[in-house]
């Protein structure tokens, strides 16, 4: 367990006064403020398409999500050999079973929607009932499997894509190792019926004999869920593009990726449960995950990710109002006739 070991109320503050680099966009309601963004304050910020657009266009010189999103069939061959991303040194096979579980096509291909909901992991989800309303968008992108069915009222429970680092089948399956944990895994991939499960297999060393696990379960069982494996290049190509915005990132999150990917499915992009801070807007108590117990030290240059770095952009480009960033409480449905503020193109 890693604790905490300095003040990170003074973390938010800081963070929270950083965020906002572009001149005169201080009017924009919620990001610098105590109360952060929330649907709740949306009040006069509007996405602005021709900053989207732009981006979108920028992130295409650097990688094709259609064809990043996953290798395909026809390019490999069982027996292959693969280096990790990350660790240009070791290499692994494409197995027979990952090789059979690859799309013959890209996985998105031919998929625009208005908008789209990217849903990240953190603690400010719990009793944000944002559930509605994350529901409510077209396309739903989730992370590491998180679980759904018991915080449906905060995190919804719609998945068209969603995530899978190797190392959450160690962490929340208990590795496969007995019947019960093949069957929650199974129960909890049959629940995403015929969506897409997007697994890092080649990003870093470790982890390989979990992947093959995972993927014999689905195919022993049957199961819908379509799977996918990102390209070797995309990782670098997500660095290349944010340094060109100076914000150096050696590994980009998971969900700084599904951004930087989704920018070319969804017209609106909306992100939920990234609040990378041990704190809430009123100093209360954030759990890393939603679901679990699990402690992290954001700021920790032993960490493979930088979150506040990345929260940061994140928030600039909400308040230049190239994506929404949602932090606070979701609104009733039903003082929004089931169609909530800014979901509506
Ligand atoms: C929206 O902007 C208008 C004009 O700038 C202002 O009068 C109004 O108070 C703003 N509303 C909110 C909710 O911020
Ligand atoms: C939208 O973004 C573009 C490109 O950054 C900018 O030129 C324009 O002023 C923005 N529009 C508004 C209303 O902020």
Same mark, same amino acid.
Not at 34 to 61: D, V
Not at 180 to 196: I, K, P, T
Not at 236 to 262: C, F, Q
């Given at each position: 367990?890693?604790?905490?070991?300095?003040?990170?109320?003074?973390?938010?503050?800081?963070?929270?006064?950083?965020?906002?680099?572009?001149?005169?966009?201080?009017?924009?309601?919620?990001?610098?403020?105590?109360?952060?963004?929330?649907?709740?304050?949306?009040?006069?910020?509007?996405?602005?398409?021709?900053?989207?657009?732009?981006?979108?266009?920028?992130?295409?010189?650097?990688?094709?999500?259609?064809?990043?999103?996953?290798?395909?069939?026809?390019?490999?061959?069982?027996?292959?050999?693969?280096?990790?991303?990350?660790?240009?040194?070791?290499?692994?096979?494409?197995?027979?079973?990952?090789?059979?579980?690859?799309?013959?096509?890209?996985?998105?291909?031919?998929?625009?929607?208005?908008?789209?909901?990217?849903?990240?992991?953190?603690?400010?989800?719990?009793?944000?009932?944002?559930?509605?309303?994350?529901?409510?968008?077209?396309?739903?992108?989730?992370?590491?499997?998180?679980?759904?069915?018991?915080?449906?009222?905060?995190?919804?429970?719609?998945?068209?894509?969603?995530?899978?680092?190797?190392?959450?089948?160690?962490?929340?399956?208990?590795?496969?190792?007995?019947?019960?944990?093949?069957?929650?895994?199974?129960?909890?991939?049959?629940?995403?019926?015929?969506?897409?499960?997007?697994?890092?297999?080649?990003?870093?060393?470790?982890?390989?004999?979990?992947?093959?696990?995972?993927?014999?379960?689905?195919?022993?069982?049957?199961?819908?869920?379509?799977?996918?494996?990102?390209?070797?290049?995309?990782?670098?190509?997500?660095?290349?593009?944010?340094?060109?915005?100076?914000?150096?990132?050696?590994?980009? /999150?998971? %969900?700084?990726?599904?951004?930087? $990917?989704?920018? @070319?499915?969804? #017209?609106? +992009? =909306?992100?939920? *449960?990234?609040?990378?801070?041990?704190?809430?807007?009123?100093?209360?108590?954030?759990?890393?995950?939603?679901?679990?117990?699990?402690?992290?030290?954001?700021?920790? /240059?032993? %960490?493979?990710?930088?979150?506040? $770095?990345?929260? @940061?952009?994140? #928030?600039? +480009? =909400?308040?230049? *109002?190239?994506?929404?960033?949602?932090?606070?409480?979701?609104?009733?449905?039903?003082?929004?006739?089931?169609?909530?503020?800014?979901?509506?193109?």
């Amino acid at each position: 367990m890693v604790m905490y070991v300095f003040a990170l109320l003074s973390l938010f503050r800081q963070a929270a006064v950083r965020i906002n680099p572009t001149p005169g966009s201080s009017s924009v309601t919620g990001v610098t403020g105590a109360e952060g963004p929330s649907s709740r304050q949306a009040g006069n910020w509007t996405f602005n398409h021709t900053l989207a657009n732009l981006i979108r266009k920028e992130i295409l010189h650097f990688l094709d999500p259609v064809r990043d999103m996953s290798i395909l069939r026809g390019a490999v061959s069982p027996g292959d050999t693969v280096h990790y991303v990350l660790d240009r040194h070791s290499s692994t096979h494409i197995s027979d079973t990952l090789y059979r579980l690859l799309p013959s096509n890209p996985p998105l291909r031919r998929q625009y929607h208005h908008s789209c909901a990217i849903v990240g992991n953190s603690g400010i989800l719990l009793n944000s009932r944002c559930g509605h309303q994350i529901d409510q968008h077209p396309f739903v992108i989730r992370c590491n499997l998180a679980p759904v069915e018991e915080f449906s009222v905060d995190v919804g429970s719609r998945t068209d894509l969603v995530t899978m680092n190797p190392s959450v089948v160690q962490r929340a399956f208990g590795d496969l190792l007995t019947d019960e944990w093949r069957q929650r895994f199974a129960h909890r991939l049959r629940a995403l019926g015929s969506s897409v499960l997007w697994v890092p297999a080649f990003m870093a060393k470790g982890g390989e004999e979990r992947v093959e696990w995972a993927l014999r379960l689905i195919q022993e069982q049957g199961l819908d869920v379509r799977t996918a494996v990102p390209s070797l290049r995309l990782l670098h190509a997500v660095r290349g593009y944010w340094l060109t915005k100076h914000v150096p990132i050696k590994r980009p /999150s998971t %969900g700084l990726l599904m951004y930087t $990917l989704a920018t @070319r499915f969804c #017209s609106q +992009l =909306h992100l939920y *449960g990234f609040w990378p801070f041990p704190l809430d807007s009123h100093g209360a108590p954030v759990k890393y995950h939603y679901y679990d117990q699990l402690t992290y030290h954001y700021t920790s /240059s032993a %960490g493979p990710h930088v979150m506040p $770095l990345e929260y @940061r952009t994140l #928030s600039a +480009l =909400h308040s230049q *109002g190239a994506l929404q960033l949602h932090t606070g409480p979701c609104e009733p449905a039903e003082t929004t006739g089931g169609r909530t503020e800014g979901l509506v193109v």
